[in-house]
T-cell receptor
Framework: DQQVKQNSPSLSVQEGRISILNCDYT??????FLWYKKYPAEGPTFLIS?????DKNEDGRFTVFLNKSAKHLSLHIVPSQPGDSAVYFC????????????FGTGTRLTIIP | DAGVIQSPRHEVTEMGQEVTLRCKPISGHNSLFWYRQTMMRGLELLIYFNNNVPIDDSGMPEDRFSAKMPNASFSTLKIQPSEPRDSAVYFC??????????????FGPGTRLLVL
């Protein structure tokens, strides 16, 4: 039973445009969310996170939005660059007292030059 | 900083054979995680340790899988006997656990396992 779902296996975006990656979750206990980025033949690397007390967190070209009522979060990349081509994983956790992360299946983002 | 080190990077074996995957976490990190990545299920947590003690092994698929952490700088994930459905990429990750809060996990490059 997938508690964290990324329903789009792949996404192609023109360089310079906005990339929007989506993630849905079912467990209402989740209160901390993360995005990881993965290049081929490498392990995932942390990108950005958000606590449930916020609805937006921004870091340079990357912004994560959280809609708790809809149990939905999204990652916006503006502007998209060729180096952003990678697989993006959404992850969720109960922040306090638990280090366990539940990951989604990933979305492969391809930036078209 | 060497990062998380995993070996081997690739493993091809035949069904029924024993497979041992190895991991060296980042020095000073006291939490270690083993994940499996497949197309269908994404990244699944198999087991994690804190201060060398297994905390949650609910993701270990069955008794054929076992993991140990004999000291702070080394962990193994063993599959015995291996089956074709175990073919996947296995990642090890470590994090500096503080106060039980979620910390950034740092992943190794993974071991790609193929069981024929």
């Amino acid at each position: 039973d997938q508690q964290v779902k990324q329903n789009s296996p792949s996404l192609s975006v023109q360089e310079g445009r906005i990339s929007i990656l989506n993630c849905d979750y079912t467990n209402s206990m989740f209160d901390y969310f993360l995005w990881y980025k993965k290049y081929p033949a490498e392990g995932p690397t942390f990108l950005i996170s958000i606590s449930s007390i916020k609805d937006k967190n921004e870091d340079g070209r990357f912004t994560v939005f959280l809609n708790k009522s809809a149990k939905h979060l999204s990652l916006h990349i503006v502007p998209s660059q060729p180096g952003d081509s990678a697989v993006y994983f959404c992850a969720a956790s109960v922040n306090f007292g638990n280090e366990k992360l539940t990951f989604g299946t990933g979305t492969r983002l391809t930036i078209i030059p | 900083d060497a990062g998380v080190i995993q070996s081997p990077r690739h493993e091809v074996t035949e069904m029924g054979q024993e497979v041992t995957l190895r991991c060296k976490p980042i020095s000073g990190h006291n939490s270690l995680f083993w994940y499996r990545q497949t197309m269908m299920r994404g990244l699944e947590l198999l087991i994690y340790f804190n201060n060398n003690v297994p905390i949650d092994d609910s993701g270990m698929p069955e008794d054929r899988f076992s993991a140990k952490m004999p000291n702070a700088s080394f962990s193994t994930l063993k599959i015995q006997p291996s089956e074709p459905r175990d073919s996947a990429v296995y990642f090890c990750a470590s994090s500096p656990r503080t106060s039980g809060r979620v910390q950034t996990q740092y992943f190794g490059p993974g071991t790609r396992l193929l069981v024929l």
